[in-house]
């Protein structure tokens, strides 16, 4: 049986802790951005996944291949409720894109702009922690992982500090679409390691983004409501 992390040496990878307190697994739904049949910005994602999971994470892989242009369907299209449904499953996230054209795919950002701030009471993605990583067809460039900071910083999310680039992506997997033993699997392995640990450390500080603002928007929201039953 062909071990599914053949380029990780198991003596050098601490466990972590994921059962706190009797808690379930920390929940990471990973997102990539090509709907080729043969995408690496996917492959790379798999790899994350099977790290994560040895990490002691739940996984979850959207797949983008069918899911419409932003607000060229109904929200209730099937694709955007799978995605939704992710996103509030969710407690911490990892995004990949290809860089196109010096920047993320607009297969990805399809993805990102389908999913509001805040859905009724609930927000999807805000304080939940976030690793991002990119792919490139040529020498190594950050543009794409420097864009997806920002956008998760829109969405209210904790960035880790690590990351992933990719170069000449076509290179790094073999025959059997596994990443080859190289110094950039290695730090896909850190960055997956530093995601769980960050995941563990914030999943339950809902504190942390409790905000002024939103306390107030709600507290009129509900005195808006009152009178309104007074009447």
Known sequence: ?????????PSLTQP?????????????????GSTRS??????????AARLLEHFGAETQIFNPCGLPLPDDAPNDHPKVQELLELMQWSQGQ??????????MSAVFKA????VPLAIGAIRPTQGKTLAVMQVCGGSQSFNVVNQLR???????????????????AYLEFDENNRMKPSALYDRVVDVMEELVKFTLLLRDRPDLVDRYSERKESAE???????QSAL
Not at 94 to 103: F, M, N, Q, T
């Open 150 to 168: 920002v956008l998760g910083r829109w969405m209210r999310m904790f960035t880790i500090p690590n990351q992933s680039s990719v170069p000449k």
């Open 111 to 114: 993805q990102i702009d389908w």
């Open 94 to 103: 990892v995004w990949c894109s290809p860089e196109r054209h010096g920047a």
């Open 1 to 9: 049986m062909t071990h599914p992390l053949p380029n990780l040496d």
């Open 16 to 32: 972590i802790a994921t059962d706190q307190n009797g808690q379930h697994k920390p929940r990471i739904l990973l997102l990539y």
């Open 221 to 227: 929201e509900l005195t808006r409501r009152v009178n």
């Open 38 to 47: 043969r995408s690496f910005s996917r492959l790379l994602v798999e790899e």
